[in-house]
């Protein structure tokens, strides 16, 4: 049985006020709250695990080890990966994508292509901006259309022998548009040897990931929008791509041997893995999966999609008021601007008077903002705690503010 009122009384936070209000938390694509059982593990583990991993022979220690380690066979079966060894702890998406363009540079030079989306977050723009000024390769860019879809027909004119990469995300953190990844990655393994990197921060939330049939080289997401702490995320990729690949950072733990005319790494997943691990983080990141899996990701994608469709639904009965990519498939986002506001921070600010939040802004977005022409959009994010009634106090809200600022 889905009970909404049994899960939001696992989230705390939830229970207080903001401005006199109840919170209407409502920026779930900038970070989902933490339930009690996931802030009980990260608790425990600093009053009764608090050690270093896979370099200590004292309890806490190999305690703390096995924790970790038994998080990452959650994760490794959460996404389907084929080993565990192929899950790799990061801070989250940005460090996960900046990781994958730095370690391919060896494998791209001067006219070399990178093919990426009009939809793309900035920390699947820039990354590959900078591998391009270090090799010399060129960016290319799927456009989008008036609803915000991928055309994809570029994609088809732009693969080639000189596609080196091609870096597409599941779901747009603005828009909330769900890309046709398999169409993407079919196509792409047709007519190129590109490496494909699928930035999943938007996804892992909310559907159900499966590397192995998706046939990505690599799969990025944050621990922190699918109810985890902040700095967890995790990078997968294919056994025989990560071993031919170099390491990223060096320093503990990524070695076999060191010595001062020669270093050795070590095997996967701990040789892109150096430093102090954020253990207490990494081990939470299983408790969020946990919580998932207890919910069930059919009964998660089912709410998440109803409070969608409901809140288009009401929200587009305010006249002069427009959703972005009111067309397309999208699932956990509604993106809009009222007409005759000029900022949509205006409405933003006049919502968390009323106890909601929002994000507004271009939400490290630029490219897309510039393609409809406009500074920014008020976004509303859902998550499974979410209700109708919050939808309700949303609409209000809004209604409110387009009386107030126009």
């Not at 040789?271 to 954020?278: D, F, H, I, Q, W």
Request: net charge negative; charged share 20%; proline share 3%.
């Amino acid at each position: 049985m889905f009970d909404i009122q049994e899960i939001r009384s696992q989230f705390s936070i939830l229970d207080r006020e903001v401005n006199g209000k109840p919170l209407v938390y409502l920026d779930n694509a900038a970070t989902s709250q933490k339930p009690n059982s996931v802030l009980e593990v990260c608790h425990a583990y600093y009053t009764e695990l608090n050690a270093n991993v896979h370099r200590g022979i004292h309890t806490l220690s190999q305690l703390a080890t096995e924790e970790m380690e038994l998080s990452r066979r959650k994760i490794q079966k959460f996404i389907n990966a084929e080993h565990d060894f192929e899950v790799i702890f990061t801070k989250g998406t940005t460090e996960g994508l900046n990781l994958i363009a730095y370690i391919l540079t060896q494998k791209l030079q001067k006219d070399d292509e990178i093919i990426i989306s009009y939809l793309e977050h900035h920390s699947n723009i820039v990354p590959w901006q900078l591998l391009c000024e270090r090799t010399g390769a060129k960016l290319r860019v799927i456009p989008i259309d008036e609803n915000g879809i991928l055309q994809l027909d570029y994609l088809d004119q732009f693969l080639s022998e000189k596609t080196k990469v091609v870096s597409v995300n599941q779901v747009s953190n603005a828009l909330g548009i769900v890309n046709p990844i398999e169409e993407i990655i079919a196509r792409t393994r047709k007519n190129s040897d590109a490496y494909i990197v699928i930035d999943g921060a938007q996804s892992a939330p909310h559907f159900n990931i499966d590397v192995q049939k998706m046939d990505c080289d690599f799969f990025v997401f944050s621990g922190h929008k699918m109810y985890a702490p902040m700095g967890t995320g995790i990078l997968y990729g294919k056994r025989e791509v990560l071993e031919a690949l170099p390491p990223f950072h060096g320093g503990g733990e990524m070695i076999a041997t060191c010595s001062f005319d020669r270093t050795t790494y070590a095997g996967l997943p701990f040789k892109y893995e150096a430093g102090t691990p954020n253990v207490g983080g990494n081990i939470a990141l299983g408790a969020a999966v946990d919580f998932m899996n207890r919910v069930g990701h059919q009964n998660i994608q089912h709410h998440e999609n109803a409070l969608l469709e409901y809140a288009q639904r009401q929200l587009l009965e305010i006249e002069g008021l427009k959703v972005y990519g009111e067309k397309a498939h999208r699932t956990g986002v509604v993106s809009f601007n009222l007409e005759g506001v000029g900022i949509s921070s205006d409405v933003g600010m006049i919502l968390d008077k009323m106890g909601i939040a929002v994000r507004t802004g271009h939400h490290c977005t630029q490219p897309i903002m510039e393609f409809f022409n406009i500074a920014g959009t008020v976004r509303a994010s859902f998550a499974v705690y979410n209700t109708f009634e919050e939808i309700d106090l949303l609409v209000e809200g809004v209604k409110k503010a387009q009386r107030m600022l126009s």
